[in-house]
């Protein structure tokens, strides 16, 4: 097991490594000066040059990059351009939006998949697994930020059952926090819950064909005994690495639906960043979803291990 782990985590190191080169070399080539976008366009330039030094930007890019790397290795992440302020400061907050948002996200869109795919299976072919089925693809064909909208309109809007935009604090008492990020994490799950789905059935179906199963089934056991003894554990393997997948995507969309519904989490503060060209907050926001992706799949590896020991015994 500790060669299996070790063999994961030194992954996990070299694949953050390599996007933290990624995100500073794609910061570096884009178009713009940081100084002249804070100072504005009328700014003279001695002024600017000032600026520049004064944000140490007029260093080479090799000593730049590993001043933030090392930075953020002594838990260090420098100051932002615009404003002047740690940027932990303003990630920290961001944070306590984002990541409940994406786990409550996470969380509707397995509880869906789990009962629609489970469902579908037990009934395949039946009208209950084609009109799951329909609705599933349906879903996967709605962008996340048109759902959003429409979940503004008919639960904000018409029912008034949910706030329509905008975040009270986690001060004001977690429900209330909570019924903001209800109808952000349903436009985020329904999609993903639709395709993790289709997925989680057309693998316990691809199990049910197994001889074990139906050795199982041939001894008297019932198919919901058999569904829930020897199915279910060899069919989540696929839909782990899904499971995996999607968070990342969770992430990525967070960006766009946080906007929608004016919450200021990390999706809003990294654009607010690129329009300042505030490029320290951008790389180390950046540098954080991409954190949170890879170690999301370190926690999928260790999970097959778990689920399926023959991984780990032939990694080793």
């Not at 990059?65 to 302020?85: C, D, H, P, T």
Request: neutral net charge; hydrophobic residues 55%; aromatic residues 8%.
């Amino acid at each position: 097991m500790s060669v299996f782990f070790a063999k994961r985590f030194l992954t996990l190191l070299a694949t953050l490594f390599g996007a933290s080169i990624v995100i500073f070399l794609v910061m570096e080539i884009l178009p713009g000066d940081p100084a002249l976008v804070i100072l504005g366009v009328e700014a003279t330039p001695d002024a600017v040059k000032v600026l520049t030094k004064e944000l140490g930007l007029d260093r080479p890019a090799l000593e730049r990059y590993f001043s933030w790397i090392g930075g953020i290795l002594q838990g260090e992440l420098g100051n932002s351009y615009a404003y002047k302020v740690p940027v932990w400061e303003l990630v920290e907050g961001a944070l306590k939006i984002t990541i409940p948002l994406a786990i409550l996200s996470m969380i509707l869109s397995v509880i869906l998949a789990l009962v629609i795919g489970l469902y579908a299976a037990a009934n395949h072919n039946k009208a209950s697994d084609v009109s799951l089925m329909g609705f599933s693809q349906l879903g996967i064909s709605v962008p996340n930020f048109w759902l959003a909208v429409l979940l503004i309109l008919f639960f904000a809007v018409n029912l008034r059952w949910l706030p329509p935009g905008g975040f009270p604090g986690w001060e004001e008492g977690i429900w209330k926090g909570i019924r903001s990020l209800i109808l952000p994490a349903l436009a985020l799950a329904t999609v993903q819950g639709a395709i993790l789905a289709r997925i989680t059935r057309s693998s316990v179906l691809e199990v049910f064909r197994e001889d074990y199963v139906r050795t199982a089934r041939a001894k008297g056991l019932s198919q919901r005994a058999t569904l829930w003894t020897h199915v279910l554990r060899n069919a989540l393997i696929p839909v782990i690495t899904v499971m995996g997948l999607q968070f990342a995507n969770l992430l990525a969309g967070t960006v766009v639906v946080e906007n929608v519904f004016h919450l200021p989490g990390l999706g809003s503060t990294v654009l607010k960043a690129i329009n300042n060209r505030d490029t320290i907050v951008v790389e180390n926001v950046v540098l954080m979803l991409a954190g949170m992706v890879v170690l999301t799949n370190f926690i999928v590896d260790l999970l097959y291990a778990v689920i399926d020991p023959r991984l780990k015994a032939h990694d080793i």
